[in-house]
């Protein structure tokens, strides 16, 4: 099982020693993306459905970034699970920039 860094909230970086957080690797392909996706639980009251479309709306935004493209899908108001998919679980970085997206406050 993939232990995810950012499930829990909490940023990585605050709670490993500088040792342990160099050790982490960027991801550099989709197989790695997939597998961190598919490392965040489905949120209580999503079906499984929309569960796929928004881990897939991650990987292709993942897919942007690796590829060094511009993403141009809206991506406004998802859930936590999602804006945490899309950050970088070696420094918590958004793949997107900050910007270009809205969450909700709660996130």
């Known amino acids: 099982m993939v232990v995810n860094p950012l ?5 990585p970086l605050r709670h490993q020693s500088r040792k342990t957080v160099l050790k982490m690797n960027t991801m550099n392909t989709l197989p790695e993306v ?3 996706v598919d490392s965040f639980a ?3 009251g999503f079906n499984n459905y929309a569960w796929e479309v928004t881990k897939k709306l991650a990987l292709e935004a993942w897919e942007s970034y690796l ?6 899908r809206q991506i406004n108001y998802m859930c936590k699970e999602f804006y945490a998919m899309i950050r970088r679980p ?5 793949i997107l ?3 270009s997206f809205r969450m909700l406050g709660n996130c």
Do not use: M
């Open 90 to 94: 070696e420094d918590g970085e958004y």
């Open 67 to 72: 590829e060094k493209r511009p993403f141009r």
């Open 7 to 11: 499930q829990s909230g909490v940023h």
């Open 34 to 36: 997939k597998k961190y």
């Open 42 to 44: 489905r949120p209580e």
């Open 97 to 99: 920039p900050r910007s």
